[in-house]
């Protein structure tokens, strides 16, 4: 299914796999962390029925007022979007009564973060993600907080160097560091693409290299731009407690920082509470939630037809009891 209404434009990765997670009858709230052009949580409405609900969040503007359009049409007042981080997810439920009150608190059937960036966010050179057509180096998601600029300005050439280590893994940090700084300074690196020349002339063109060596650098500045992981730590805090009885919690990641949180966290909750060592176990170890998806990526064909699938993995927990 390929998402073009407006002039929003995202693929959604992954569908059959996520709809496959998805149940069919009566009245279900889901919630969709990342909107983006809506075309997740538009085939969960449409797979769900007339009696799904549908709360959906995203941090930037341009995929609020896509989503806010394309949802409207197909789904009214079944279907509510608020612009916010999902690190807030549960205070935008709890404060709206969105879903069902169990056990003193609001719950869902269904929760899912598609997180990253969207083709839309991309593809648009004002935004400044990209390093193949010249931008202003802002590569933030929503309206708030440090650009891209502001950052590398701010941080020195060691600490910028770490963070590119940390979320990019770098070769030759600090030189990518600090030529990414003085190039800033000179007045070379006005846009992206001069960012980009700058890190290439840093590190040579190879001749080999499969990617080019702006990749990693642009991967490490958004995903700190933007603080990604801290974002997703904070949904992982909140997702196990959203969840009602049966409820699925589905994240798809696209790089493995992302991907082995979100595996350690999901083991954590479907392996069942850590007994002290010598303490007899009476009556099993039940855990709260089980493992719905292991961290399948997309199929051949998929990733054939949408490059942004290549590096995606879902993977999924289901809560099954309340109290291990
Ligand atoms: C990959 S796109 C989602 C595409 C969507 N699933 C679809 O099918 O159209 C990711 C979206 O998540 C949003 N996003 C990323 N991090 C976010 C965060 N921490 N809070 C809210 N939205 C976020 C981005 O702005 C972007 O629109």
Request: hydrophobic letters at 40%.
């Amino acid at each position: 299914m390929t998402e073009s209404g407006g002039t929003f434009s995202h693929r959604p990765v992954l569908l059959d796999e996520v709809l496959g997670l998805t149940g069919r009858d009566g009245e279900r709230f889901w919630v969709d962390c990342t909107l983006g052009g809506a075309g997740h949580a538009m085939a969960i409405l449409e797979r769900a029925g007339d009696q799904a609900r549908l709360l959906g969040l995203d941090r930037d503007d341009s995929a609020i007022a896509a989503a806010t359009a394309r949802l409207e049409a197909v789904a009214g007042d079944r279907a509510i979007v608020v612009r916010s981080r999902f690190s807030q997810v549960d205070e935008v439920v709890q404060e709206r009564q969105y879903g069902r009150l169990v056990r003193g608190r609001y719950r869902v059937d269904g929760l899912i973060a598609d997180i990253g960036v969207s083709s839309e966010q991309i593809d648009r050179a004002e935004r400044g993600f990209s390093y193949g057509r010249p931008g202003p180096l802002d590569m933030r998601m929503g309206s708030e907080g440090e650009t891209a600029r502001e950052l590398i300005e701010r941080l020195s050439v060691n600490d910028l160097a770490t963070l590119l280590w940390r979320y990019g893994e770098v070769p030759r940090a600090v030189r990518v560091a600090a030529a990414m700084k003085e190039a800033l300074a000179a007045g070379e690196a006005e846009t992206t693409t001069e960012l980009a020349r700058a890190i290439e002339k840093a590190v040579g063109s190879g001749a080999k290299r499969s990617h080019n060596p702006a990749t990693l650098p642009f991967q490490a500045l958004r995903i700190a731009v933007n603080d990604e992981l801290g974002e997703l730590e904070r949904l992982l805090d909140q997702l196990p407690e959203l969840l009602d009885m049966g409820g699925v919690g589905i994240l798809i990641t696209f790089h493995s920082l992302e991907d082995r949180m979100v595996k350690q966290r999901f083991a954590e909750l479907t392996q069942g509470p850590v007994l002290p060592r010598g303490l007899p176990i009476t009556g099993g170890r039940r855990a709260n939630f089980e493992l719905a998806e292991r961290g399948a990526g997309a199929t051949e064909r998929e990733k054939g037809e949408n490059s942004r699938a290549r590096s995606a993995r879902i993977r999924a927990i289901r809560r099954i009891a309340w109290e291990a």
